[in-house]
């Protein structure tokens, strides 16, 4: 007889975050009926200790993997302990935990398979220029894609945990097409977040790596989704409304 399952597992990949990870874990641990895993990616800190001392399941990685691979083994635990739904949010503060219940709340009434939160504000202008970009370029309903906080329906997490989602680059815009391609409906719900304690963007530290990731971006658009079938038939649908 199969285990009944497990309601909710939240994922918090985090690599150097003693400073802010047990805050996290406790509050989330007070605002959401769920189990916590924070999945420590090779911290040089004592992260693994502060996580497990705050309440949560640890798995400590034994090489550093980068968020996404911290994620996916944060999606093949969920799996593997029969969990019906994967919360995910960083380790370093931004997230407000006490939107977990209004995110879950909007994932039951089953019109979304992801939901995603987002803050306009946070938006910078480099972030802004680059949503609009990959917006027009991929058609993903989405204003923002590098949040971390997302809530994913059983059949979107099991999606994620699979082979095909491994070492995928840019992973915040890597999950989103794999998702988008294979029909999962995505929906943002917007929520406060609290600017960084300590440290800076990988993606937006400055123009030039805003530069970087954009190109490597748009190369990871044109080789997973028909970019150019949708450039064409962008085009050929504007010259018939012209004629």
């Known amino acids: 007889m199969n285990k009944p399952r497990r309601p909710v597992l939240v994922v918090i990949p985090a690599y150097d975050e003693a400073e802010t990870v047990a805050d996290v874990v406790r509050r989330v641990i007070a605002h959401a009926n769920c189990d916590v895993l924070v999945v420590n990616d090779a ?29 996916q083994t944060g999606m093949r635990y969920a799996q593997r302990n029969r969990y019906n739904t994967v919360v995910t949010l960083d380790a370093d503060g931004q997230h407000h935990p006490e939107v977990l219940p209004s995110m879950l709340g909007a994932l039951a009434e089953g019109d979304a398979d ?7 504000q946070r938006l910078s202008v480099a972030k802004r220029v680059a949503w609009w970009y990959f917006r027009m370029l991929t058609g ?11 809530a994913y329906s059983r059949r979107a997490a099991r999606a994620l945990a699979s082979r095909e989602a491994s070492l995928l680059d840019y ?20 929520t406060p977040m609290s600017p960084r304690r300590s ?21 990871l658009c044109f080789a997973r989704l028909d970019v150019r079938g949708r450039i064409r038939q962008r085009i050929a649908e504007r010259a018939g409304a012209a004629a």
């Open 199 to 219: 440290g800076m963007s990988r993606v937006f530290a400055s123009w030039f790596v805003v530069a970087r990731y954009m190109l490597h971006t748009t190369i």
């Open 43 to 71: 911290s040089g800190d004592d992260t693994a200790a502060q996580a497990r001392a705050a309440g949560a399941t640890v798995i400590d990685l034994p090489l550093n993997l980068g968020a996404w691979g911290a994620t």
């Open 140 to 150: 993903l309903p989405v204003q923002d894609f590098t949040s971390g906080l997302r």
């Open 114 to 120: 992801v939901i995603i939160g987002t803050y306009a």
């Open 171 to 190: 992973q915040d815009m890597g999950v989103l097409m794999l998702l988008y391609q294979k029909g999962f409906r995505l929906c943002e719900l917007e």
